[in-house]
């Protein structure tokens, strides 16, 4: 079976795309996917060290913005965008203590949803307290969503509670 970065992955190419946002940067793995399938990637972490790795996986591709800011202030460096990523959780081979919180996460998913165009992907975690907490929240929020404004799914594990999932958020054309 695919992982669900994989899986993302596989959605993203199906669509055209601009403009594209990675609101959890990490090791720049997305960061890259997007930038080789959009004219343009905002890209955001927190940590340095996420940008920095991700300066390198990139190597020359300049149609890519490393912000060091958190994904809810998204709203000072654009105002749309055509697919967003967020890849919620903790940067792997670093701290497991820094993760995205339910906060932030909060206030950036609710702005995503206002300024996006066509998709939006959630990998969501709920396999720590915070990232549990997340998960809760997000599933609340997103079954809320106008039904003749948005498509939403879900792809996920039925047989393992804690593993990562994804949704999906397609706003209707």
């Keep these: 079976m695919i992982t669900m970065v994989e899986y993302v992955h596989q959605r993203i190419a199906t669509y055209d795309f601009q403009i594209g946002v990675d609101f959890t940067m990490g090791n720049g793995y997305d960061t ?26 990139l190597g020359t591709l300049s149609n890519v913005q490393l912000i060091l800011d958190s994904h809810e ?17 903790y940067l792997p081979q670093a701290s497991h203590h820094i993760t995205t919180t339910l906060a932030s996460t909060q206030k950036a998913l609710t702005k995503a949803i206002k300024y996006m165009q066509q998709a939006l992907f959630v990998v969501v975690y709920p396999g720590h ?13 997103v079954s809320q ?9 879900s792809f996920r594990m039925l047989n393992k509670n804690k593993a990562p999932y994804v949704i999906e958020i397609e706003k209707k054309q």
């Excluded at 307290?129 to 599933?139: C, F, L, N, T, V």
């Design 129 to 141: 307290e915070e990232g549990y907490q997340e998960s809760i929240w997000i599933d609340a929020f």
């Design 73 to 89: 202030n998204m709203d000072q460096y654009l105002t749309t965008f055509d697919v967003g990523i967020f890849n919620l959780g």
């Design 32 to 57: 890259l996917f997007l930038a080789q399938h959009c004219q343009q990637v905002y890209a955001f972490d927190i940590q340095k060290e996420a940008l920095e790795m991700t300066k390198q996986r």
């Design 145 to 153: 969503l106008d039904s003749h404004q948005f498509h939403v799914s």
